[in-house]
């Protein structure tokens, strides 16, 4: 069973675009920047960053770890986007982000990175219904990666990679042909970025989705990737969490060359034809399709 939090999760990360939340980043920029909000900016990064008082030292923390993903992300992929990195205190995240709800890390449309400086307790709800599906030994590796009682904002915090991830596409001016082709290809950005540049934060990467991975698909509604969307936020995070265990089987099989060509092909076709192509996927990327849901 999927608890509420995951599809709140969904609501408030990954709905950039549509109707609901265009609706709904409207309301807030009215109501929400209206108001006079005091953040500091911090110097000493090539793009700009910004910190609620007290927070400065996590975002110092996060800002260098986006500087050196998309240092990595940019010669990968031949394309440099602007970013701006929000860290922020509870108060300033529920005035300046865009999706406020659960702190959740979020991109916008310009680059501007909306990340929390505090503890998130997004995840509480839903680690007690999937450790009903783990064994004694998985459960013991997730008390390893997340401790006891399980906090997993280690894994919430390096969610920003893959939130930098999408500006690789979104400021070049496409998006991919569908959501779960996008959702893999920054998952597997992210899943990278952590192999090659942070290997000891590893587990706490994989962990949570390898646990989740373990409710079988039938506890599901829907399974079918295509149907991956906004239509079905209850099974959205099953969905997230699936392709980042997917991701380290392909990073571990074709690494950064596969990477590459699983951007340059939908670049490719974004300038040839003006769109994203899902028939020019790499057959191991297409291959996730095939198997699914077992990955
Ligand atoms: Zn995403």
């Not at 997340?146 to 919430?156: A, D, E, L």
């Not at 990073?251 to 192509?277: I, N, V």
């Amino acid at each position: 069973m999927i608890t509420a939090m995951w599809s709140t999760w969904y609501a408030t990360s990954e709905l950039r675009g549509s109707p609901r939340v265009a609706d709904a980043i409207l309301s807030r920029n009215e109501c929400g920047r209206a108001q006079s909000i005091v953040i500091a900016e911090l110097s000493g990064f090539p793009f700009s960053v910004a910190a609620t008082t007290g927070v400065e030292e996590k975002a110092r923390r996060i800002a260098a770890r986006t500087h050196a993903a998309r240092s990595w992300m940019s010669e990968a992929f031949g394309f440099e986007p602007q970013i701006r990195v929000e860290v922020l205190g509870p108060e300033d995240f529920a005035q300046r982000a865009e999706l406020p709800a659960l702190g959740l890390p979020h991109i916008n449309d310009e680059g501007t990175m909306f990340l929390a400086g505090y503890a998130t307790s997004t995840f509480d709800s839903s680690i007690a219904e999937t450790m009903r599906y783990l064994s004694a030994a998985d459960r013991s590796t997730f008390v390893q990666a997340y401790g006891k009682p399980p906090n997993v904002q280690t894994f919430v915090d390096l969610l920003s990679v893959h939130e930098l991830a999408h500006t690789y596409h979104m400021q070049r001016g496409w998006s991919f042909q569908e959501l779960w082709m996008g959702e893999l290809f920054c998952n597997l950005a992210l899943h990278g970025y952590v192999a090659t540049h942070e290997p000891a934060v590893l587990p706490a990467l994989v962990t949570l989705p390898s646990a989740a991975h373990r409710m079988p698909p039938e506890m599901q509604g829907v399974t079918g990737i295509e149907a991956m969307g906004a239509e079905n936020p209850l099974t959205y995070v099953w969905y997230q969490f699936r392709l980042q265990v997917a991701a380290i089987r392909l990073w571990d099989a074709g690494g950064s060359a596969l990477l590459r060509e699983f951007y340059d092909h939908q670049l490719l076709a974004a300038q040839q034809d003006g769109r994203a192509d899902a028939s020019r996927l790499p057959s191991a990327i297409d291959s996730v399709r095939v198997a699914w849901p077992h990955v």
